[in-house]
């Protein structure tokens, strides 16, 4: 049984905030694939090749939809058994460093964005992201020009053993 190593997956949140690690491929829209990222250097297992539409993983410069794509990864934590697994929670105040947020800006049931919680101060969330890059942001992003008064969130508690 492998264990999520929350302490990695946000010092290399911390470390790859602002660039893009060589190692990976980017997207112009790469929130996701970077939350896959440091998911991965936590520790999380991939599983599902080569399958996109299955699992969760990257090889050989092709990879699941659900490293690239925030309402993919979404139902994936959603309905994974085996491997990353995550249990979705009521409020932002139940996480802790290493959890995710997703986005629905629209408020239309597709999640558009995602990020990884690297610290919280007084029960609050601040999250790390790709695409517009960001470190250490207020969770709700009421600040980002894609947040509207219909935006809503998903947020998901990564399980610590695998």
Request: a positive charge; hydrophobic letters at 30%.
């Amino acid at each position: 049984m492998a264990t999520y190593n929350r302490e990695a997956a946000v010092a290399y949140a911390q470390k790859w905030w602002n660039s893009y690690n060589p190692r990976f491929p980017m997207f112009d829209v790469d929130c996701t694939n970077y939350i896959s990222q440091c998911l991965f250097a936590g520790g999380a297992p991939m599983r599902g090749q080569p399958n996109r539409e299955r699992g969760w993983w990257l090889s050989n410069e092709t990879w699941s939809l659900s490293w690239s794509t925030p309402h993919s990864l979404r139902w994936y934590l959603a309905g994974s058994t085996k491997g990353l697994q995550a249990t979705q929670v009521n409020s932002p105040d139940q996480l802790i460093p290493g959890d995710l947020i997703f986005y629905d800006f629209q408020g239309d049931g597709r999640y558009d964005h995602s990020t990884i919680v690297t610290s919280v101060q007084n029960g609050v969330p601040y999250v790390n992201a790709h695409t517009n890059n960001s470190r250490n942001r207020y969770w709700s992003y009421e600040d980002s020009y894609a947040h509207t008064p219909r935006t809503k969130y998903i947020f998901f508690h990564i399980k610590d053993k695998f």
